[in-house]
């Protein structure tokens, strides 16, 4: 894909990163400056490209690592939307009282306005921003409608220098989302082939046709996949656990980055690290397991190669 200059994003190797560790989770225990370190030094042997979810304590620190020990890290910020109405489709529950809802749409600028101001205080590190994570698609459990992501991203881009996205599924993008097109600088798309009940050997494929359906209907917009990956562990609940392993998982990795790496797209791998705080109670729940390293910072298969290459 075409790469704009004037976005000044060009192509390199990318990753979702969240540092939670055994017993910490978003808005309680957060990872230390030295354990996020710690994660960054595994990390910068792979990936020059960052993407963080939040603008949360865990943003913050990482953003203070990155400069403070000179990473050479560039990193895509975004915000946490909150629900801002009521979605009764969601299957593990999306709806609200009008008093949580109205107390969102509060907390909603808060996390904008944060976002601008980190954005102004790391411009050499922050290349994009995105307003907001999966908060448009019909499953998601905070639901926001268009109307109010094209206001925050209108606010953003007023106060910042750095390009602005979204990051969404790819099936909203050739809809609903048609009007927020015109406000990002680039399109960002989510694209899970073992969601949607493909087998490793259709994944690839299934990928390619998620990205081209969104990069075709848009030729005149830069496309980046802002999630991609393959779990390796199901307790059998929306994904068949014999198509989950770590096998299976270095398949997709490598199809992926081959194909990347020929068309020039830039893709955030997700995950870094196995999250387990994450889903259900359950141990095999997949939303954990979707990490090239485990979460006590082993490579699972995929990197154990890479890995061991580097310290040598």
Not at 80 to 95: M, R, S
Not at 102 to 131: C, G
Not at 175 to 196: G, M
Request: hydrophobic residues 35%.
């Amino acid at each position: 894909m075409r790469y704009a200059k004037e976005l000044n994003i060009k192509p390199g190797k990318a990753i979702c990163y969240s540092g939670f560790r055994e017993g910490q989770r978003p808005g309680d225990v957060f990872p230390s400056y030295e354990e996020i370190k710690e994660d960054l030094l595994i990390l910068q042997n792979e990936w020059t490209y960052l993407r963080l979810y939040d603008c949360d304590k865990h943003s913050e620190i990482v953003l203070e690592v990155i400069e403070k020990e000179n990473f050479n890290f560039k990193v895509m910020l975004g915000a946490y939307i909150g629900a801002e109405v009521n979605n009764y489709g969601c299957p593990w529950g999306g709806a609200y009282p009008e008093e949580q809802l109205e107390l969102n749409k509060v907390a909603n600028l808060r996390q904008i306005n944060k976002l601008i101001r980190l954005a102004n205080r790391y411009p050499e590190i922050i290349f994009s921003l995105s307003a907001g994570n999966e908060a448009c698609v019909d499953w998601t459990d905070h639901y926001v409608p268009v109307e109010s992501v094209i206001k925050y991203v209108r606010m953003i881009k007023r106060e910042t220098k750095q390009p602005v996205t979204f990051c969404e599924n790819y099936l909203p993008w050739l809809d609903k989302l048609k009007h927020l097109v015109d406000e990002v600088d680039f399109i960002s798309i989510h694209t899970y082939p073992v969601w949607e009940y493909k087998n490793i050997h259709e994944a690839m494929e299934y990928t390619k046709q998620n990205f081209y359906s969104v990069a075709n209907k848009y030729p005149d917009k830069l496309v980046v996949i802002t999630e991609a990956g393959w779990t390796t562990y199901s307790n059998g609940k929306g994904i068949c656990p014999s198509n989950v392993s770590e096998e299976h998982q270095t398949i997709y990795y490598n199809d992926l980055m081959d194909w990347c790496e020929e068309d020039a797209v830039m893709t955030f791998i997700f995950e870094a690290f196995d999250e387990p705080w994450k889903g259900s109670e359950e141990a095999l729940e997949p939303e954990k397991h979707w990490g090239l390293f485990k979460v006590d910072r082993t490579p699972k298969l995929v990197m154990s190669q890479r890995y061991k290459e580097h310290l040598i």
